[in-house]
T-cell receptor, first 114, second 115 residues
Framework: DAKTTQPTSMDCAEGRAANLPCNHS???????VYWYRQIHSQGPQYIIH???NNETNEMASLIITEDRKSSTLILPHATLRDTAVYYC???????????????FGTGTRLQVTL | GAVVSQHPSRVICKSGTSVKIECRSL??????MFWYRQFPKKSLMLMAT?????????EQGVEKDKFLINHASLTLSTLTVTSAHPEDSSFYIC???????????FGQGTRLTVV
């Protein structure tokens, strides 16, 4: 699986958009970009994933550059409850088996402040 | 999304005893589950892949005789920490994926403290 690079930490004011970047310059054509977050002392929570098109769901938007070497997770209106570590993971979306495992990097610690 | 439940959420045990942690997929069948360990301020580290009806696959450096994994049904995997020591104190997390889904879902984690 391709390696990802994320900033160690970021701050965001409550109510503003939080834009979390991720670099995955070695991504392969069949690898997806996944985002998870982990609130303190909880298990990771799935946020969104995409291949090459931008994606949006009720939690966030995912913007993937045309060359797919980087992406940005956007939380449109951050709240205090969005304070968490956000993980960007790249992997092939195969069905079942060990290919389903997720390899976590260090992630970005997002602190949402008043 | 799919629900994965872990039990217990917290456990304190004496050194030398064994502790069993359960991971259940509540609304889907999971042929494969994963066990992670997380130390304070560190990222999740994959310990093993649990396959229903067969032996688990352990990551390099993880002692299979110490961390026993059983995946007896499509909705339950267990991790048993045998002869626990204080250095086994950690946050243990399981995950599972429904066969038709591309995303994995995680349990809430189990905080193990060995005293």
């Amino acid at each position: 699986d391709a390696k990802t690079t994320q900033p160690t930490s970021m701050d965001c004011a409550e109510g503003r958009a939080a834009n979390l970047p991720c670099n995955h310059s070695t991504i392969s054509g069949n690898e997806y970009v996944y985002w998870y977050r982990q609130i303190h002392s909880q298990g990771p929570q799935y946020i969104i994933h995409g291949l090459k098109n931008n994606e949006t769901n009720e939690m966030a938007s995912l913007i993937i550059t045309e060359d797919r070497k980087s992406s940005t997770l956007i939380l449109p209106h951050a709240t205090l409850r969005d304070t968490a570590v956000y993980y960007c993971i790249v992997r092939v979306a195969r069905l079942g088996g060990t290919a389903s495992k997720l390899t976590f990097g260090t992630g970005t610690r997002l602190q949402v402040t008043l | 999304g799919a629900v994965v439940s872990q039990h217990p959420s917290r456990v304190i045990c004496k050194s030398g005893t064994s502790v069993k942690i359960e991971c259940r997929s509540l609304d889907f069948q999971a042929t494969t589950m994963f066990w992670y360990r997380q130390f304070p301020k560190k990222s999740l580290m994959l310990m093993a892949t649990s396959n229903e009806g067969s032996k688990a696959t352990y990551e390099q450096g993880v002692e299979k005789d110490k961390f026993l994994i059983n995946h007896a049904s499509l909705t339950l995997s267990t991790l048993t920490v045998t002869s626990a020591h204080p250095e086994d104190s950690s946050f243990y997390i399981c995950s599972a994926r429904a066969p038709s889904a591309n995303e994995a879902f995680f349990g809430q984690g189990t905080r193990l403290t060995v005293v």
